[in-house]
């Protein structure tokens, strides 16, 4: 005879894993003296959604992304998760410089985050990282005995090694060589998956590569114009036709922004 198995026999290893939190931006503004970079921002990005910021240099991109992570204060406005509570501490971030510490080795930087928090490194998932970009036998090196695609690849696995929810990146695969950038990126795709995630690149490609949906911003003050959102799963193929008629109509929207 078949019985209903009780629920509360199910290990929680069996149950899905919790959604992640979406980030939601409510009217953002931010101004340097006279000068306003962007005014009333409003936009969300879905709990498990991978979304390419685009636009020129010193448009507010970063800054943008600075704020998202709590690492600067905006003007006005706020940043909350979709779930209605704050964001810093749930977040892994990754500047446009690899911040390396000097006096650290490889693998020490890579789990630099569980040491300052007072955890035990897993050193396991630190290796499979290293491998994974390329690394493994570098784990002692220092940082100065690294080229600076090198430690960029050492900041992404610092970055993955964190398994957050919400993962924020400026332009992390900007230093890395075309085979190197294809196969981490297809790494980023792999081990983000299901995550929510804002990159920011100024490659058109990386951006159809990896994106759910594309977002420009542009002008002075900055605004968003509208999403393009990319058929197919990423990471997709180079010549996938998703992706080249995607990159196409997201390269004349850049060129007009400009």
């Given at each position: 005879?078949?019985?209903?198995?009780?629920?509360?026999?199910?290990?929680?290893?069996?149950?899905?894993?919790?959604?992640?939190?979406?980030?939601?931006?409510?009217?953002?503004?931010?101004?340097?003296?006279?000068?306003?970079?962007?005014?009333?921002?409003?936009?969300?990005?879905?709990?498990?959604?991978?979304?390419?910021?685009?636009?020129?240099?010193?448009?507010?991109?970063?800054?943008?992304?600075?704020?998202?992570?709590?690492?600067?204060?905006?003007?006005?406005?706020?940043?909350?998760?979709?779930?209605?509570?704050?964001?810093?501490?749930?977040?892994?971030?990754?500047?446009?410089?690899?911040?390396?510490?000097?006096?650290?080795?490889?693998?020490?930087?890579?789990?630099?985050?569980?040491?300052?928090?007072?955890?035990?490194?897993?050193?396991?998932?630190?290796?499979?990282?290293?491998?994974?970009?390329?690394?493994?036998?570098?784990?002692?090196?220092?940082?100065?005995?690294?080229?600076?695609?090198?430690?960029?690849?050492?900041?992404?696995?610092?970055?993955?090694?964190?398994?957050?929810?919400?993962?924020?990146?400026?332009?992390?695969?900007?230093?890395?060589?075309?085979?190197?950038?294809?196969?981490?990126?297809?790494?980023?795709?792999?081990?983000?998956?299901?995550?929510?995630?804002?990159?920011?690149?100024?490659?058109?490609?990386?951006?159809?590569?990896?994106?759910?949906?594309?977002?420009?911003?542009?002008?002075?003050?900055?605004?968003?114009?509208?999403?393009?959102?990319?058929?197919?799963?990423?990471?997709?193929?180079?010549?996938?036709?998703?992706?080249?008629h995607s990159q196409g109509h997201l390269?004349?929207?850049?060129?007009?922004?400009?």
């Amino acid at each position: 005879m078949h019985t209903k198995p009780d629920p509360e026999t199910i290990e929680a290893a069996d149950l899905p894993p919790p959604a992640p939190p979406g980030i939601r931006i409510e009217g953002l503004s931010l101004r340097f003296e006279s000068h306003l970079v962007f005014d009333n921002l409003t936009f969300e990005i879905a709990g498990g959604e991978f979304v390419a910021l685009l636009g020129s240099s010193g448009v507010g991109k970063s800054s943008l992304l600075k704020i998202i992570a709590g690492l600067a204060k905006a003007t006005t406005g706020r940043v909350v998760g979709t779930d209605g509570a704050p964001i810093p501490g749930r977040i892994a971030y990754m500047g446009q410089q690899d911040l390396l510490y000097p006096w650290l080795s490889v693998i020490e930087n890579v789990t630099l985050g569980a040491r300052l928090r007072g955890e035990k490194a897993d050193l396991d998932w630190a290796g499979h990282l290293l491998e994974r970009v390329g690394l493994a036998e570098r784990r002692k090196a220092l940082p100065s005995a690294l080229s600076g695609g090198m430690r960029q690849r050492v900041a992404i696995a610092r970055t993955l090694y964190e398994r957050r929810p919400i993962v924020l990146m400026d332009e992390p695969f900007s230093a890395l060589d075309a085979i190197t950038r294809a196969r981490v990126q297809d790494l980023a795709a792999e081990l983000l998956e299901g995550r929510t995630v804002l990159l920011i690149t100024h490659d058109p490609m990386e951006a159809c590569r990896l994106g759910h949906r594309l977002m420009v911003l542009a002008g002075a003050p900055a605004t968003l114009g509208a999403p393009i959102v990319v058929a197919g799963k990423p990471p997709r193929a180079p010549d996938d036709p998703d992706l080249l008629h995607s990159q196409g109509h997201l390269l004349r929207l850049m060129v007009e922004a400009s």
